[in-house]
Every structure is written in structure tokens, then in C-alpha cells.
């Protein structure tokens, strides 16, 4: 079973401080996704990459910032967190290639207090 | 830019009724299309995908078939059990290999015995 698995399931932190969200794949995977989910907007693609050390900018990359160093390992760093970025955190990764299902792990839930 | 337009709710139904969760999108190209699944607590999985015109997606009684003439791809089940509550996210992937998924916001389903 491809498996996708985030750091933390519930993180509180504090306005100001520099946060890492972390993901890890372990089924070879090209594309890794890093989304947010509020109540009312959906999930939103705040970046993604598709190879090590690349990366593009979604819909929301503001406050935000991606490292890719392995292919499976995908980070999200908040410079600077704010209360606005408490959200639910969601990672995927799914195959280079036409038509491929995406994988997701199972959030996290993050409170900036 | 495309899009995702979907039913959002909150439903709540009873068991064995019938169920329809309307999506439509907005889409250069010819994108393929899903359904995602999030069970309390957990992340997305797929539900189904289709992914040309026409294409019939089915799983665990749930079935979408995707209408390039009306640009939709409405879910249906005709039984739900109280083992469907979960929310449901249609969507579509953008052609290009990065598979980059644009999401509707979701629709919260309740379904009562």
C-alpha cells in the first residue's frame, strides 16, 4: 500500500515562530502536493513539485515555503506563522504521468495561537 | 483557470435513500475528473475517476460518468448506509504530467439509520 505519512497529526504554535510540516512517501512518487483545507474554501494547493529540488507556486504560496532535498521527502515551512494560518494541513504525492490518482496522508491539524 | 463547482451542503439523508452530489468544471484541455473521499478523522482517498468523455467511474456502489457536453460529473448511489457520512470533494486534474488537482469545496454528507 503506497503510503504518505505526515510528521504530526496536531501541532499548536505560536504567532511568529518557524513552523515545518513534514511529509514522507514511500512509493517513489514524482509529484508530492502540499494543500490546505478551511470549512467553506475546499483544499487549495498552496505548492507542489514534481522532481528534487523543484517546485511551483499553487494558488496560495503566500507565507509559505516548500524544501524538497529527497524525492520523498516534501517539507512546508511557515517563516513567519500567523493566527490566519491555522488550518488543516494535507500532503500528497501521486505518479508523474497522465490520468494518476493522487495519495493523501491524513492532515494536520495546525492552531497558531 | 479551472475550476470545480460542486454541490456543497451539509445533507443528511437516511439510510437507503438515493443520493446525488452534483459537480461541474470549467477546463481547458481535455481534463480527467474524481471523486475524493474524507471519513472523519482521516485524509482524502479515491473514490472514482474517469477520465475521457463518456468514461462510467464506479466503486463501492457509487457511480459518475463523465459528460463532456455538459462538463459534469455528478456522483450517484442509489442506497446510502450510515458508513457513507463523510464529505466528498469532486475534481479535476490539469493536463501536463504534474497531475496538479483543482478541488470543489466539498459537501458534507450525514446519514442517519
Known amino acids: 500500500d503506497v503510503k504518505v505519512t505526515q510528521s504530526s497529526r496536531y501541532l499548536v504554535k505560536r504567532t511568529g515562530e518557524k513552523v515545518f510540516l513534514e511529509c514522507v512517501q514511500d512509493m517513489d512518487h514524482e509529484n508530492m502536493f502540499w494543500y490546505r483545507q478551511d470549512p467553506g474554501l475546499g483544499l487549495r494547493l498552496i505548492y507542489f513539485s514534481y522532481d528534487v529540488k523543484m517546485k511551483e507556486k499553487g494558488d496560495i504560496p503566500e507565507g509559505y515555503s516548500v524544501s524538497r532535498e529527497k524525492k520523498e521527502r516534501f517539507s512546508l515551512i511557515l517563516e513567519s506563522a500567523s493566527t490566519n494560518q491555522t488550518s488543516m494541513y494535507l500532503c500528497a504525492s501521486s505518479l508523474y504521468g497522465v490520468n494518476t490518482e493522487a495519495f493523501f496522508g491524513q492532515g494536520t491539524r495546525l492552531t497558531v495561537v | ?113
Open chain 2, 1 to 113: 483557470g479551472n475550476s470545480v463547482t460542486q454541490m456543497e451542503g451539509p445533507v443528511t439523508l437516511s439510510e437507503e435513500a438515493f443520493l446525488t452530489i452534483n459537480c461541474t468544471y470549467t477546463a481547458t484541455g481535455y481534463p480527467s475528473l474524481f471523486w475524493y473521499v474524507q471519513y472523519p478523522g482521516e485524509g482524502l482517498q479515491l473514490l472514482l475517476k474517469a477520465t475521457k468523455a463518456d468514461d462510467k467511474g464506479s466503486n463501492k456502489g457509487f457511480e459518475a460518468t463523465y459528460r463532456k457536453e455538459t462538463t459534469s460529473f455528478h456522483l450517484e448511489k442509489g442506497s446510502v448506509q450510515v458508513s457513507d457520512s463523510a464529505v466528498y470533494f469532486c475534481a479535476l486534474s490539469e493536463p501536463g504530467g504534474s497531475e496538479k488537482l483543482v478541488f470543489g469545496k466539498g459537501m458534507k454528507l450525514t446519514v442517519n439509520p
